[in-house]
């Protein structure tokens, strides 16, 4: 079944009667060559970020996708050097970030992007909680990135019933890399939270940008704010007032899906 199967969404994409039944063939696992293949392929999207004028490349290692597979041990099943340890499960991000650093040289941001959980599995924890994060910290001390990347739905819930530690601050600790992060950083005291304990260099936000285009500029001033209670499907449409709710019912009637007859 496609990933949606609302009534707007098949009004949408011009779809008429029952959703389109897709099968999948079964899972296999890539091989070595494979592996370096799509390494590459970063490399050369890293390549043209650059040569279009940015300063640096994120991996994306979280919220389930590809090289996310590999570092979580839930889904990471191999049994050869990329599977079966923390160093071995990393071992895929590490040549994805070498292969990027050769690539764009060492004058440019590399930053690999990390989590527990993702559109798998919203609630994921990773078997052993702080225990596996710091061994995941330590196999990346190594690592071409200059920077990792924290990312969740709240940075001090790390979902282990036997640590209270923050996940960002056991890795960043291990690795001895600059900590990047993000989940749950609304204000300005949720901001200085990552700081006061020591657990990142910089936080990163992303709806609540979208929401308030200002918002670095508010915290920066440490304005007293009447912040809208965050919801996450906020979006920002003017001329459309979304300060407290979203819009359910945006259907445009004479809607095509066929783009070649839009203007």
């Not at 899972?27 to 999207?45: N, Q």
């Not at 043209?48 to 590809?66: P, T, W």
């Not at 001090?156 to 960002?168: C, I, Q």
């Not at 007032?241 to 945006?250: E, G, I, S, V």
Request: net charge negative; charged share 25%.
């Amino acid at each position: 079944m496609l990933y949606t199967d609302t009534d707007d969404e098949k009004h949408d994409r011009g779809i008429d009667g029952d959703w389109p039944k897709v099968t999948f063939p079964p899972a296999r696992a890539l091989t070595i060559e494979e592996l370096h293949k799509i390494a590459d392929g970063f490399a050369e999207g890293a390549m043209r970020a650059v040569k279009a004028g940015f300063d640096g490349v994120e991996i994306h290692g979280a919220n389930g996708y590809l090289v996310y597979q590999f570092i979580t041990p839930s889904t990471n099943l191999r049994v050869d050097e990329y599977g079966g340890s923390a160093a071995n499960n990393v071992r895929f991000a590490k040549l994805i970030c070498q292969k990027v650093r050769d690539a764009i040289g060492p004058g440019k941001l590399i930053t690999l992007r990390l989590s527990q959980d993702g559109v798998d599995d919203f609630l994921g924890a990773w078997p052993g909680g702080v225990a596996y994060a710091r061994e995941i910290g330590a196999a990346l001390a190594d690592c071409a990135a200059d920077a990792l990347h924290w990312s969740s739905f709240d940075w001090t819930d790390n979902r282990d019933p036997n640590s209270d530690v923050p996940m960002a601050k056991a890795i960043g600790e291990m690795s001895g890399k600059p900590m990047l992060v993000n989940g749950g950083i609304a204000d300005g005291p949720s901001a200085e939270a990552v700081f006061d304990s020591r657990t990142g260099v910089a936080v990163v936000v992303g709806r609540p940008l979208f929401a308030q285009p200002d918002w670095p500029h508010i915290i920066r001033s440490g304005m007293a704010y009447p912040w809208t209670e965050f919801d996450r499907k906020y979006v920002i449409q003017p001329p459309v007032d979304l300060a407290t709710k979203y819009p359910m019912d945006r259907r445009i009637p004479d809607w095509n899906p066929d783009t070649s007859k839009r203007l």
